[in-house]
């Protein structure tokens, strides 16, 4: 958010702000915010399925944070132990970092993750030594995931280090209307009102469900409602495997 200016106190309403593309959820949007303006360390988890504003919220706050050019870091197969400690090295003196899909990591890499939210450390392990590093005393942790009951049984110590904040899926009015505002932006392909809708309530009806998706097509198609709309049917025509 470099168009914000840093001359005042923020409050919470211009935090809130930074959601402003986010539908409803004003409960979740609130606690979000005092948990931007406390000087406390904080740890938040939004919990919540893949057709819900839990990725969307990660997005702005990695773009206020300035974190990892702006895209929270997802976790998957592929992270390591050693990679996420090297992530949080490089990150160690930022005021917060911002991480999706908790619940897809490995056991071994959520022990590295539990030091570091527990005690605001990384400790690096190799043959020859082992190296402490401090990361920021007051740093706040907001991070994402789809199933509680999943780090409930791969780590229920994660769980216990952080407020949970539970998001239910859109509903089809919802999805609509989040997606309205979005394909009417210019860099999700500026289209008007009216197409816009059409397209989200399209791709609803469709099962064509993905947020993420929709605002990458409407990048590739802007203001080309009906090469947006055959798509969405082509991928419907397409099992999945």
């Known amino acids: 958010m470099s168009n914000w200016t840093r001359t005042r106190p923020l409050g919470v309403e211009d935090v809130l702000r930074l959601f402003n593309n986010i539908i409803g959820l004003d409960e979740v949007k609130d606690v979000l915010a005092h948990a931007v303006l406390t000087p406390n360390p904080v740890a938040v988890l939004l919990i919540g399925p893949p057709q819900s504003a839990k990725t969307l919220i990660l997005e702005r706050l990695a773009a206020y944070y300035r974190f990892n050019n702006g895209i ?65 005393n007051d740093m706040k942790f907001f ?33 609509v209307d989040v997606m309205t505002m979005l394909l009417t932006q210019r860099e999700y392909g500026d289209f008007s009102p009216s197409d816009a809708r059409r397209i989200a309530e399209y791709a609803w009806d469709s099962g064509f469900r993905d947020i993420r998706q929709l605002r990458e097509l409407g990048k590739i198609y802007p203001r080309q409602p009906e090469k947006m709309i055959n798509f969405i ?7 999945r495997r």
Not at 93 to 102: G, I, K, M, R
Not at 115 to 129: I, K, M, Q
């Open 72 to 136: 929270p870091y997802t976790f998957d197969d592929r992270v390591t132990p050693v990679g996420l400690a090297r992530l949080l090295f490089n990150h160690r003196n930022s005021p917060a970092v911002v991480f999706d899909e908790l619940d897809k990591a490995k056991p071994k890499v959520l022990a590295v993750f539990n030091e570091a939210v527990e005690s605001r450390r990384v400790t690096f392990l190799n043959a020859r030594n082992i190296a402490v590093v401090r990361l920021r």
């Open 143 to 175: 991070c994402g995931g789809n199933s509680e009951k999943i780090l409930q049984y791969k780590a229920v110590a994660t769980l216990s280090r952080f407020l949970k904040v539970r998001i239910k899926e859109y509903d089809r009015d919802m999805f």
């Open 233 to 239: 049917e082509y991928s419907r025509s397409i099992p």
